[in-house]
């Protein structure tokens, strides 16, 4: 069971806004920063955000996040098929000295 | 350029040993916070160990007495090197460099995969 929480599931349809919302405590979101990541099946995880809202070189600005008190959301814009893939978030948590994941959002595009 | 490959994955029997190996390259190991990561089938990422540049280390509760991580400086590679195997440890490990301390991570392999099974 993961110590952040994340719907199974999202879907959308090409050029559609679609956010994944993660939920955690005061241990871990409330009081650290936040990361959101991209996984394909076979490939190493993609950072897409650190820092709560904050983008690696290379990730377009279609994707954007924010964190309010101990949740957190990513949201995708104008979305396309190569979009298709599992998003996690993490976070450091205060009580295990050690990261913690969502157990991942899995986004269907029609 | 930041780089990390994993190598050592195997098929295991349970209460096995198995050591893991990643290679670094485009930074030092010894000046970052370094960590594995595993993802069993079906599941999510879960957190398994980080060392820090100053040498302390911390693991989590699945694997602490189990799993020990450590770093050859001269090679510029992180190890995990797994004890008493379960079928539960059964997922591919990834190795990951820590943003900052007590942050997660930017740069991550591509894994390697380890199978617990008899």
């Known amino acids: 069971q993961s110590l952040l929480t994340q719907p199974p599931s999202a879907s959308g349809t090409p050029g559609q806004r679609v956010t994944i919302t993660c939920f955690g405590s005061a241990s871990n979101i409330g009081s650290n920063y936040v990361y959101w990541y991209q996984l394909l099946p076979g490939t190493a995880p993609k950072l897409l955000i650190f820092r709560n809202n904050q983008r690696p070189s290379g990730v377009p600005d279609r994707f954007s996040a924010s964190k309010s008190g101990s949740s957190a959301s990513l949201a995708i814009s104008g979305l396309r098929s190569d979009d298709e893939a599992d998003y996690s978030c993490a976070a450091w948590d205060d009580s295990l000295s050690g990261v913690v994941f969502g157990g991942g959002t899995k986004l269907t595009v029609l | 350029e930041v780089s990390l490959v994993e190598s050592g994955g195997d098929l295991v029997q349970p209460g096995g040993s198995l050591r893991l190996s990643c290679a670094a390259s485009?930074?030092?190991?010894?000046?970052?916070?370094m960590n594995w990561v595993r993802q069993a089938p079906g599941k999510g990422l879960e957190w398994v160990s980080v060392l820090y540049s100053d040498g302390s280390t911390y693991y989590a509760d699945s694997v602490k007495g189990r799993f020990t991580i450590s770093r050859d400086n001269s090679k510029n590679t992180l190890y995990l090197q797994m004890k008493s195997l379960r079928a539960e440890d059964t997922a591919v490990y990834y190795c990951?460099?820590?943003?900052?301390?007590?942050?997660?991570?930017?740069?991550w392999g591509p894994g390697t995969l380890v199978t617990v099974s008899s």
């Open positions: 990951a460099r820590g943003y900052s301390y007590g942050e997660p991570c930017d740069y």
């Open positions: 485009g930074f030092t190991v010894s000046g970052h916070s």
